[in-house]
């Protein structure tokens, strides 16, 4: 019983200690896969002598004593050292412990951020950054990231395994890059953390209308972001988005999983410590300048978040957000949300007009919402059997159980038992 206790806190050390673990022994030994592949060895040592001795005061500077020891015998033991690995090892043997945990805390932001940076470079795929965020990043297991993408655990391994391949491969600096760069990396930082939230906060496919451990780990990635990089206002923009959205969660979904949609939610059950945080946060990518794709985002979700009911939402107000969003970052999705404001704000006949213009779009054709929504302005409209018709192509083209079980239900005439 006792070993089991002190297995579980290995683990829940491991998932906080991690990142700032793998992000400073990157530092020293400047390469990505090394740093996981000492700090994992740091993790099979405590697994196997913290039974036995407990739980160390500093468990985080326990690991990272343990690493640097681990890192020492690894650049030692090769016959072939370059000059930089001896001085490397050299540096690490000579530094007194105390000194290097110091070092770690003064400068765990910075690290942090050459991570983030580095596991999101643009030389890997979007799926290779996803999972090498959520292993470096998020202290998450390869099996854990597997069943929360509803891949093989051998796919997200060899994703993994490619990923610092590639890094090492292509001398990949550890290091924030400056300038222009410095711009399009962080876009590519922010994308990565939004579509971890995004397949959280709406999963894509499988069994379960949300995935919370993922939201989590997007909006602990954002506020470590927004910590360290205080002066960019999409980084508050996007943590605003994340906040307000996850505000919602428990009323998201009901107690059989099925998914409650925004109109049949208790608004009073919202969490609102969420909420706070996300305005202010919102407030914050305003101070810094024209809010940009993720600030008009929040700045949506925080209509939603001040009205009291759906009637009572500025939907007028929502209506133009999406317009300005549509001007900075165009899509066709962008379009069908503004058409669904102004179906709220102008009544539906001037919503299905705004869908209809859609209906060309070839990134929307096997896109379910579009079929969904205009089944829903359709509905409203007094159209029924028109209405039902879309539901079900909605239904055939959603990947995901609750969401299909949802649309099914919607292609029934009222009244109509399962």
Not at 113 to 137: D, K, N, S
Not at 210 to 230: F, N, Q, S, T, W
Request: glycine share 8%; with cysteine.
């Amino acid at each position: 019983m006792a070993a089991t206790a002190t297995q579980r806190t290995v683990e829940a050390v491991w998932r906080i200690e991690s990142p700032r673990l793998i992000a400073g022994l990157a530092r020293v030994v400047r390469d990505v896969g090394l740093a996981e592949d000492l700090a994992q060895d740091a993790l099979v040592v405590a697994l196997e002598t913290w039974p036995r001795s407990g739980v160390p005061d500093n468990p985080g500077a326990w690991l990272m004593a343990t690493a640097k020891h681990r890192a020492i015998d690894t650049l030692r033991r090769g016959a072939t050292l370059d000059r930089k690995r001896e001085q490397i090892a050299r540096e690490l043997e000579t530094a007194a412990a105390p000194d290097l945990d110091a070092a770690l805390d003064d400068d765990i932001g910075d690290d942090l951020l050459r991570l983030m940076f580095t596991a999101c470079h643009p030389v890997l795929p979007t799926e290779g950054r996803i999972a090498l965020v959520l292993r470096l990043l998020g202290g998450l297991t390869t099996g854990e990231i597997a069943r929360a993408f509803l891949v093989p655990e051998t796919t997200v391994a060899r994703r993994i395994t490619r990923a610092k391949r590639t890094l090492a491969e292509a001398g990949v600096p550890f290091e924030v890059p400056a300038g222009d760069e410095r711009v399009e990396r962080l876009a590519s930082v922010l994308e990565v953390v939004y579509l971890i939230f995004n397949e959280g906060y709406s999963a894509t496919a499988g069994d379960d209308w949300m995935r919370v451990e993922l939201c989590d780990d997007a909006l602990r990635l954002g506020r470590v972001l927004a910590r360290i990089l205080p002066g960019e206002g999409e980084v508050h923009g996007l943590v605003a988005l994340m906040e307000i959205q996850q505000s919602r969660a428990r009323e998201r979904v009901g107690p059989g999983g099925e998914p409650v949609l925004l109109a049949d939610q208790d608004r009073a059950r919202w969490d609102r410590l969420l909420i706070a945080r996300g305005l202010a946060a919102l407030a914050r990518a305003a101070e810094l300048g024209p809010l940009g794709p993720y600030g008009l985002q929040a700045a949506i979700a925080a209509c939603h978040a001040r009205a009291a009911s759906t009637e009572a939402t500025d939907w007028v107000q929502i209506a133009r957000l999406y317009g300005a969003l549509a001007e900075v970052a165009p899509s066709p999705v962008v379009e069908l949300n503004r058409a669904v404001a102004i179906s709220m704000a102008d009544g539906p006949q001037a919503g299905l007009a705004a869908v209809d213009a859609l209906a060309g779009e070839p990134a929307l054709r096997e896109y379910h919402l579009l079929p969904a929504v205009r089944g829903d302005m359709l509905e409203r409209l007094g159209r029924g059997d028109e209405a039902r018709a879309e539901f079900a192509r909605a239904a055939e083209l959603t990947r995901n159980e609750r969401e299909r079980e949802l649309l099914l239900a919607r292609t029934r005439p009222s009244g109509q038992a399962p």
